[in-house]
């Protein structure tokens, strides 16, 4: 989070003669700082949790054999002899070899499994 202190009372930053003087502008200020500050630090927070919570995965339109079996838990092995045999749809590339794996293919996998 930051470093700030918390505070309590927003005025007991304030040093004693300007309390003394009751300087509504300072006090004023220094409890929009402290409100803002409570805010920066509730912000940081939630985004904080929401990042844990949220996948990082990247969409695309098709998934290579290795990028497939980085979001499956299966291996690479196991994917490409399941695309072999028909239990993933996946499509061969323009070189004949290497298989692509479309998108929805692999969330259907993903929910299914094989």
Same mark, same amino acid.
Request: charged residues 10%; without cysteine.
């Given at each position: 989070m930051s470093a700030r202190?918390? %505070?309590?009372?927003?005025?007991?930053? &304030? +040093?004693?003669? %300007?309390?003394?003087?009751?300087? +509504?502008?300072?006090? %004023? &200020?220094v409890s929009v700082e402290f409100r803002l500050a409570r805010i920066e630090d509730e912000v940081v927070s939630r985004l904080e949790r929401l990042e844990r919570h949220q996948p990082q995965a990247v969409v695309r339109e098709a998934y290579t054999i290795p990028q497939a079996a980085e979001r499956l838990p299966y291996s690479v092995w196991t994917i490409r002899r399941a695309c072999s045999t028909g239990r993933i749809r996946g499509v061969k590339s323009r070189n004949g070899r290497d298989w692509r794996i479309p998108h929805d293919e692999l969330l259907r996998v993903e929910a299914e499994g094989l």
């Open positions: 202190p918390e %505070l309590t009372n927003p005025t007991s930053a &304030l +040093p004693g003669t %300007l309390m003394d003087a009751a300087d +509504p502008v300072i006090a %004023l &200020l």
